[in-house]
T-cell receptor, first 111, second 113 residues
Framework: DAGITQSPRHKVTETGTPVTLRCHQTENHRYMYWYRQDPGHGLRLIHYSYGVKDTDKGEVSDGYSVSRSKTEDFLLTLESATSSQTSVYFC??????????FGQGTRLTVV | DAKTTQPPSMDCAEGRAANLPCNHSTISGNEYVYWYRQIHSQGPQYIIHGLKNNETNEMASLIITEDRKSSTLILPHATLRDTAVYYCIVRVAYSYNFNKFYFGSGTKLNVKP
């Protein structure tokens, strides 16, 4: 898995509560990504980072924020979780000339 | 914007070649074609990529048409473990968007005994 660790792997939370998902890499890759995957939609890009403190929005960024204070960590925060954010979340990393490597995913359920 | 079109599903007999098509009719000259697959609910796995020429590695071959508007991923001898969703994506090179990977819905390949 190219040195990518997502935590937690599973989480159940209540509507309206804040949630933070963590992606940790040991590859020193510049780019990090957060995707969500829902039935019928494939993988959709939420946010990505092109360096420490440098982030950009993807296709479905509403309701999500991210932070990257260190090269190895990329955090995804749901400020106030909603049921529509129930999904499987994947983190990925890449370098300028490489393919993207994906983590094993975090299954989030908002009840 | 995935910019690719793939059939939703395909079947293949075990031991036979699996040929997965992808249309990318709006591809630009500096865009690569990448293929990934996702087995069950695991993270997607890189397979192969190419720009203009056909490519081959230990997993698969990638055939890109001369006009680059379509491509085919070939798994030469499919096994049951190749049952997965296969994604064809384009990746813009040498631009701000170079490192954004956009996935479509993919093709579910069912390898049958």
């Amino acid at each position: 898995d190219a040195g990518i660790t997502q935590s937690p792997r599973h989480k159940v939370t209540e509507t309206g509560t804040p949630v933070t998902l963590r992606c940790h890499q040991t590859e020193n890759h510049r780019y990090m990504y957060w995707y969500r995957q829902d039935p019928g939609h494939g993988l959709r890009l939420i946010h990505y980072s092109y360096g420490v403190k440098d982030t950009d929005k993807g296709e479905v960024s509403d309701g999500y924020s991210v932070s990257r204070s260190k090269t190895e960590d990329f955090l995804l925060t749901l400020e106030s979780a909603t049921s529509s954010q129930t999904s499987v979340y994947f983190c990925a990393i890449s370098d300028s000339s490489t393919e993207a490597f994906f983590g094993q995913g975090t299954r989030l359920t908002v009840v | 914007d995935a910019k690719t079109t793939q059939p939703p599903s395909m079947d293949c007999a075990e031991g036979r070649a699996a040929n997965l098509p992808c249309n990318h009719s709006t591809i630009s000259g500096n865009e690569y074609v990448y293929w990934y697959r996702q087995i069950h609910s695991q993270g997607p796995q890189y397979i192969i990529h190419g720009l203009k020429n056909n490519e081959t590695n230990e997993m698969a071959s990638l055939i890109i048409t001369e006009d680059r508007k379509s491509s085919t991923l070939i798994l030469p001898h499919a096994t049951l473990r190749d049952t997965a969703v296969y994604y064809c994506i384009v990746r813009v090179a040498y631009s701000y968007n170079f490192n954004k990977f956009y996935f479509g819905s993919g093709t579910k390949l069912n390898v049958k005994p």
